[in-house]
């Protein structure tokens, strides 16, 4: 106990003093220092005195914890930290279209009007629950139109880190892993907003809901994780499924179905393999599909199948990731059993609609990055077609560059070029301002 006392002294004298301090010859700094020391020697006599009294108490016996407690105290004491960020995404311009949100910009995220607007301000929270538990939270605001604040909790869930056969459970609120782009948050997006097919067939909200997911990495030579999500399938996240919006039912009056059995519930598997062409190429495919109940008649069901690739060149002499070429794309199909409604005079109908988004990235220099993305949606003819802005075909072009003057700032601009069935031809221009404060966990590659 005499060397424990020692040794704290010296690692308490070394704390204090290892900062730096400068030399200097005034009195004052002497004071200064002689001052330092006094209060030093009083805080190791005060330990002194507290190791005595300890040593002075009647020992007890020890109760054995139980097994999984020094696990868990282990776990606290050496990852008891919390990543914490939060993210701000700004967008001004215009467009020719006076309200772009009306037919333009359907994702929930993306600009909704002329002018200034802020539609993504993230607050992320995650870290280790304990050796086999990890989580995560993000809570969105959002500023309307009319300037007022909107809150959503986006994503809430625990994902296991420790079970065996290369198995992983995800539950609670999240993003349903259907392609690369429905996944991702808008901080991410390599452009302003979010492609058209995303919006027409998966929503604006993007695809998310509570449930639960499970995950197998496969014994492959290369990378395959083969997924299946399982999820309530209801609500304005759940678009082309259980949502109780007439946008969602294409003009039918949403039937209340609840959740009945597994039949009503959400379903949605998944497999993605990646693969090392060369020293410098990766190429990554995959192919998803969701299953579901929807709300437009009691026993009406929606099938959605996706398939995306990607691939990514970057020299073995990169510097900081640059130069670098990626060439993403996303192609998607939907079956929708619309029934019957009086109401509307809307007849019973299977509404098929396809689409796809492509985007080629250039890192041509050290924190630039050029970006050109082509859209095209199509669907065959619906009776509610004239007034149901996610049918009928459309098409967009939009090139941006953007600037990342560090890896928490960027600055974007980007041009587009709408064709709609609907509204004919429109452009518009945006520029986004991102800042992000804090420890954000890594991305997806």
Partial sequence: MKSFR????????????????????????????????????NQVHQL?????????????????????????????????FMNMSFDSVATAGTSTEADPSKQLELGDHDPKNRGAQIRNA????????????????????????????????EEAYLQTISLPANLQVKAGQFFAEFGRQNPTHPHTWAFVDSP??????????????????????????????IMLGVFNGEGGTAFSFRDPE???????????????????????????????????????????????????GENTKTQIYGLDQYWKWKPSDADAGFPFVSWQTEEMYRNYDAGADAASALPAETLRDWGAC???????????????RGDYVDGNAGADDPTDVYRGERERVSPDVTFFPSEFSKLRLQYNYDHGKLFGDAQSIWLQVEFMLGAHAAHKF
């Fill in 6 to 41: 020692f040794w704290l002294a010296v690692i308490s004298a070394g704390g204090l003093l290892v900062g730096p301090v400068r030399a200097q010859s005034d009195a004052a700094a002497l004071a200064e220092l002689k001052s330092q020391m006094a209060q030093l020697t």
């Fill in 48 to 80: 002194q005195e507290r190791i005595a009294e300890i040593e002075a108490r009647p020992s007890t016996p020890a109760v054995a914890p139980a097994p999984v407690a020094p696990a868990l105290a282990a776990s606290r004491a050496g990852a008891s």
């Fill in 122 to 153: 993230e607050i992320t929270v995650d870290g280790n629950v304990d050796p086999y538990l990890k989580g995560q939270g993000n809570i969105v605001l959002k500023l309307d139109k009319d300037n007022q604040t909107e809150i959503e909790l």
């Fill in 196 to 225: 058209l097919v995303m919006n027409r067939l998966l929503g604006g909200d993007g695809l998310r809901n509570p449930g639960m997911r499970v995950s197998w990495l496969a014994p492959t030579p290369f990378y395959t994780e």
């Fill in 246 to 296: 007439t946008d969602g039912t294409h003009g039918r009056t949403p039937v209340a179905r609840g959740i009945r059995g597994a039949e009503d519930l959400l379903f949605v598997p998944r497999i993605v393999s990646s693969f090392d062409l060369t020293e410098n190429q990766t190429a990554v495919v995959g192919a998803s599909a969701a299953f579901g109940a929807n709300d437009s």
């Fill in 358 to 372: 492509s985007q080629v990235l250039w890192g041509f220099h050290p924190r630039w990055v050029a970006g050109l």
